[in-house]
Structures are given as C-alpha cells and as structure tokens.
C-alpha cells in the first residue's frame, strides 16, 4: 500500500468524486475517522494510504477556501475537475456550522499542489470520540469555534501561528515537542525553559529557542506546557503567574497535580488544562489524555488536540479517567516493558541468543500492539484467533494464568492509579 509507484500517481475525477461521498457519508455521523474512509476506499479498488487520504482532503480545502476568498477568478487549476466537486465540497463545508463563513478570509497555509501526494503532516483526522461531534467536526472542514480571544484559538488549523512555551525539558516535553513539530507548528514558534543546560541540547537541535528563563517562556507564548515534576509545579507557577494573561493557555503534565490546585495556583478565570502523555510520545506512538478546567471552553480542548496528534492517540475526557490513564497507560509501559523482558529471557532460557530474543520480543510486542489497534477487535477474540486446540500458545497460557498474570496486572494498574490519586491529595 506505500508502493511508491503509487505515491506518484494523480487522483482522477473519478475517484476524487468517491472520495469525498464518503466524507460526506462519515460526515453525517458522530465522528470522520481517516481510518474508516481508508477502508471504504480500498473497498471500492482505490488503494491510498492514509497519509494520502489527509493531504487530498486538504487539497480541496484549499480549494474550498481559495473560492470563497475570490468567487470572481477562475476555478483553481490545481484541482482538476473542480466544477464536479464544487457542491459536494459545499455540502461538506458549509452545512456544519453557521460561522463557518466568518471564516473563509483569513490567511490560510494551504499552498499545495495536486501531484504532491505525500506526507499531509498538517491535516488532524481525529479519533472516534462518541460526545464531542461538534469539536470534532470543527477539526475536520476547519469551522471557527466560537471566538474567544484570538484567531490562532479560533482555528486548529492555524497551530502554525501558535506561540508555544515549554517550562522543564525532560522526555515529556521533548516528545511532545517532536510531535507538534511534525504538524504544522514551527520551530521558530517554540521556546524551552529549564534550569540547566543539560536537556537543551536536544531541543536546540531541533531548531527550538532555548533559555532558562521560564518568565520569558511564558511572556513570548500563548500555551504553556508545565512539563516539570509534581512537587516543582506549586513553585513554577507561583513564579510565572503575574505574567499569565487571559490568552494563555496553561497545559499541566504533571502527575498528581489536580486542576484545582493549577486553578488555585493561577490567576483568576485562567483556562488550565490537564494533560497525561506516556513515553512513547518520543516516536508519535503515545496515548494522550487530558481533561478540561472550569474555564477551558471546548475550542481550548480542540485546539490542544489537533496540536498533539501527530504525538499519538489524542482523548479527552473527566479529570477523574486522568489518574486511571496513568496506571494504565503512563506506568503501563514500563509494565509492557517489564513482560517484553520476560518473554526474551524466556527465549535465552531455551537456547536462543540474547540480542536476537530480545529484538524478536520487541517487534512481537509491536505487532501485537499495532494488530489489536488497527483491528478494532477485543484482545480476547485476538487472543482466542492465535490458539488452536492441543497447540503451543493454550499451554503456555495456561502456565501464565496459573503464575497469576492477569490479576498481578489489575493489581499493578489498580496500584499506579492510586499512588497517581495519593499524589493529587498530597
């Protein structure tokens, strides 16, 4: 499917046409997943990759777009067959929300052309997310959400032109800051703080102003992410809090730390925002949580989630799944970690050599993980597909249920989740 012959080739009419009827077909249901049109789309004998799918779809945005600006030149020539898409595009566009033609003359970074079929970096296709259908399909045709203080929050499209700060440089504000560099963001746009200069070589390779100062970070930004440790959040805010202004938004990664104590910490109507990462933010495979404070509006939450999807999954949800979300996902690597080891010493233990038990561990690890996500199935019919009656997999299964494997792992989750709650009482 990422036959570069393929990656060449132009979109016909034909299958442009079929594209977006199934745009518009998801489109009228709760969520557009990049996914589901992907599928629908090899179903019908269009083999593209996803990738492919997003960068299309900005291309008629584009278009879109371009029309609306000045309705008197000529249909874009970059879209060929553009007058047969034209109302669908509409249909699309404008039948979501009624401010959408507040929006069709600002400044837009949509120069791109037909035959430039490659990475669409720039484009969120958000996950399934049942409640929040109107967040999400502002994400999708670009609507403008209400106003609330600037044009950069009133469109996640525009993450190019957002102003972001780091306070601390460990590995969750490095991966973070990878992630959003793969989007839209610019490094220009990114300054890091932290006391010493011992993690800002990396940032500074990436093309990202660095200081130590974490007032300048926050005077030259309008999202903040508070990366630092549990117990250095009352003090970093404390800090920084005469210079936070009502364009700010504040996002915490720090565990433990509950939105009320953020709140209490802050200014008066600060919009704050809570947000749970995991290590694999480092190469975009992580799983992202965050829950909104009591005066972060729903365009806040939109905004920060199509800044982070390039990091990985993307959720939002109440502030109670956070500490859940840390047992399961944020410790819970170091749980998967933890049996990948197991499984290669098992295998050294048989005879095999290590370097190459720990490397087929890894990969199994990642295959399984990467099938039981892209399937949609629950990891106990997954689990049930590899056993076959009298077969090796029933009997070392069996040996796993009989060293307790399932409940230790409950056990480990219930544990994190509530040293996470202990953390916040503290």
């Known amino acids: 499917m990422d036959d570069p012959g393929i990656k060449k080739q132009n979109w016909d009419v034909n299958e442009t046409e079929l594209f977006l009827e199934i745009l518009k077909d998801l489109d009228m249901k709760k969520c557009l997943d990049g996914r589901k049109a992907h599928r629908r789309m090899t179903a019908a004998g269009y083999h593209r990759t996803v990738d492919q799918l997003k960068f299309r779809w900005k291309l008629l945005k584009s278009a879109y777009y371009k029309c609306k600006r000045e309705p008197n030149l000529p249909a874009p020539t970059k879209i060929q067959g553009w007058w047969r898409y034209e109302k669908t595009m509409i249909a699309i566009m404008e039948s979501r929300h009624p401010l959408l033609g507040a929006g069709v003359n600002s400044v837009r970074n949509d120069e791109v052309t037909e035959d430039s079929d490659g990475e669409a970096s720039m484009l969120h296709w958000p996950q399934p997310c049942p409640d929040n259908t109107a967040q999400n399909l502002g994400l999708i045709v670009g609507v403008m959400p209400w106003m609330r203080c ?196 098992g295998a050294v233990k048989m005879g095999m050599p290590s370097a190459l038990a720990h490397s087929i561990a890894s990969q199994t690890v990642l295959g399984a993980g990467k099938l039981l996500r892209e399937s949609g199935k629950h990891p106990a019919q997954l689990r049930s597909e590899v056993c076959t009656p009298g077969g090796t997999t029933i009997y070392g299964l069996h040996t796993l249920e009989q060293g307790g494997l399932r409940a230790a792992t409950m056990s480990a989750v219930e544990s994190a989740t509530e040293r996470a709650r202990e953390l916040g009482r503290k």
């Open 150 to 345: 600037s044009l950069i929050k009133m469109d996640p499209e525009m993450d190019s032109q957002l102003k972001i700060g780091f306070i601390g440089a460990g590995n969750m504000a490095f991966g973070i800051a990878k992630g959003i560099l793969s989007g839209n963001a610019l490094p220009a746009n990114i300054k890091v703080s932290a006391p010493s200069s011992r993690n800002l070589g990396r940032f500074q390779e990436l093309g990202v102003a660095v200081t130590h100062s974490n007032e300048e970070v926050v005077s030259g930004s309008d999202l903040v992410f508070v990366a630092v440790k549990p117990h250095l959040v009352a003090p970093v805010l404390t800090e920084i809090s005469e210079h936070v202004t009502e364009r700010h938004i504040i996002v915490s990664v720090a565990a433990g730390v509950t939105l009320a104590t953020l709140e209490e910490l802050l200014p008066q109507n600060s919009v704050a925002i809570r947000l749970m990462p995991n290590l694999p933010c480092l190469v975009q495979e992580g799983a992202l949580l965050f829950a909104r404070g009591s005066h972060a509006k729903q365009e806040d939450g939109a905004l920060l989630r199509s800044l982070l999807h390039r990091c990985g999954l993307v959720e939002e949800g109440p502030e109670a799944w956070i500490d859940i979300h840390t047992g399961l996902s944020g410790s819970g690597v170091a749980f998967v970690y933890l049996f990948a080891e197991a499984l290669a010493e």
